[in-house]
């Protein structure tokens, strides 16, 4: 599909939507928890804090804190099955006795991968089986502009130069985890779920109900949702998410209880977040440092590859590769981690800056093995983590490149426990402010997602950080 053939972006008379959204959410007592399975949830927003950990004391902080929106972050994308239920098991239970304590509803917001990858249906079954009171039903939204994924007429698309391909048509679709088939969210649905939640039982909420505001028709649909059957939503603009938080909130008012799991546009618009500047190089560069910069690439999305292959030609970038390989060989790995030590700290001392990258041709195991492969993705990821963590050198800027890679670099590598997010470096990607009790504190970590941005997206972010 040609991106000419879209709706408009924006077709709405933008001051009567703006006062019906304002007017709703002012209506909307809910703390908004999001439970983000890698930290790139924070893409849409500025201001809010994330927790590295599911503590109940960082929890009840949370609920208390003055922002209405919090997050949690899982990184349940590089966790087993049987680990994600019993994490969701535990954060739920922590969430609905803080909430009964303090007598606050809550919405939680499950906050998944725009291109389908991750432990769906799972997460939710687990959340919803966990609480007294179970979900009418839960919202499929992985629409996210920035990172070009629209859902148009149910058909969940990716943006790939100038074209729209049916998620089910990408490489997403063939990860060797959390692969799937289907582009149509209905199929998908039913295809993740083994056919326990039927195409035909899906709820869809269409973009001519959104853009015409037909507000009695969509409250009506959500009114009509039990069971905790699915509601899929078209979009192709904030806007869009925009009219539908004025349905769910009348559908809240009315008794409905929902589950969401979505991408990372809509916490920015049931957050009702402001938009922002993308932040500034003094905003992004630790001033303290007069080391060189450190750019650390895990993921092996072909978009990821190609970003590492323009950064390669800048020729201040010192390129040092971790043969990732080497996992397999527990002896060889421990020598090839202490010598990328000793090569990063001397280089990036005096000054030059790095980027580490594991191997780009993922190394694979048979088929029908997918939570082993997990495994040694994880393995890998570890690997960096424990030369990051390791080094004795102050950058004055990180990056961390890929879902895995930046949550294990950020919080057993860094040693963050609760960051603010400070806004985007480029759009979609976040930065963090790392807390004081952290390896590098008050230091801005960008984490860039592997499968966000345009090719050149990454070197330039380093130009202009240089």
Not at 4 to 29: C, G, H, I, M, W
Not at 66 to 86: C, G, H, P, W, Y
Not at 176 to 195: A, C, M, P, Q, V
Not at 385 to 390: F, G, H, L, W, Y
Request: proline share 3%.
């Amino acid at each position: 599909m040609e991106l000419r053939t879209l709706y408009q972006f924006s077709d709405y008379n933008q001051t009567v939507l703006n006062e019906r959204y304002q007017e709703a959410l002012k209506q909307f007592p809910y703390k908004i928890v999001i439970l983000d399975d890698d930290p790139t949830g924070i893409q849409k927003v500025h201001g809010v804090h994330v927790y590295t950990n599911w503590e109940e004391e960082s929890i009840l902080e949370g609920f208390q804190s003055d922002n209405q929106m919090f997050f949690i972050l899982t990184n349940s994308r590089a966790f087993s099955r049987e680990k994600t239920v019993q994490v969701h098991q535990d954060i739920m239970i922590k969430i609905e006795k803080i909430s009964n304590q303090l007598n606050q509803p809550y919405i939680i917001v499950s906050r998944g991968d725009s291109t389908l990858r991750g432990h769906f249906p799972l997460e939710s079954e687990t959340i919803n089986k966990t609480l007294s009171k179970p979900f009418d039903g839960e919202f499929i939204i992985p629409f996210f502009k920035e990172g070009g994924r629209f859902t148009i007429e149910n058909i969940h698309y990716v943006k790939i130069k100038d074209k729209l391909i049916p998620v089910g048509d990408t490489e997403f679709a063939q990860d060797r985890t959390f692969g799937f088939k289907s582009s149509h969210l209905g199929d998908y649905i039913e295809e993740k779920s083994n056919g326990i939640y039927k195409k035909e039982n899906v709820t869809y909420i269409s973009l001519e109900d959104l853009r015409s505001f037909n507000m009695d028709k969509i409250t009506k649909q959500l009114l009509q949702v039990n069971n905790f059957n699915k509601i899929v939503v078209n979009a192709i603009s904030d806007d869009d998410l925009k009219v539908l938080s004025i349905a769910i909130v009348n559908a809240l008012k009315q008794g409905k209880r929902f589950l969401f799991r979505t991408a990372a546009s809509f916490t920015k618009v049931i957050g009702n977040i402001s938009d922002q500047d993308l932040l500034s190089k003094e905003q992004m560069i630790n001033s303290n440092s007069d080391g060189g910069g450190l750019i650390i690439v895990g993921s092996y999305v072909q978009k990821t590859t190609q970003q590492l292959q323009e950064l390669l030609k800048l020729d201040f970038v010192k390129p040092i590769e971790f043969n990732s390989d080497l996992t397999l060989n527990n002896e060889k790995l421990e020598g090839e981690i202490t010598k990328k030590i000793k090569e990063l700290d001397e280089s990036i001392s005096d000054g030059q800056t790095c980027v580490i990258f594991t191997k780009r041709k993922q190394l694979k195991l048979a088929t029908g093995i997918e939570e082993k492969q997990l495994a040694i993705s994880v393995k890998i990821s570890k690997g960096l983590t424990r030369i990051i963590r390791s080094l004795r050198c102050k950058p004055k800027y990180i990056i961390a490149k890929g879902g895995i890679t930046s949550s294990q670099i950020g919080t057993d590598a860094l040693n963050v426990r609760k960051a603010l997010v400070l806004g985007q470096a480029l759009p979609g990607i976040p930065v963090w402010l790392t807390d004081e009790n952290s390896k590098y504190p008050n230091m801005p970590y960008i984490i860039f997602p592997g499968n966000v941005g345009e090719v050149t997206d990454l070197k330039e972010l380093v130009e202009l950080l240089s």
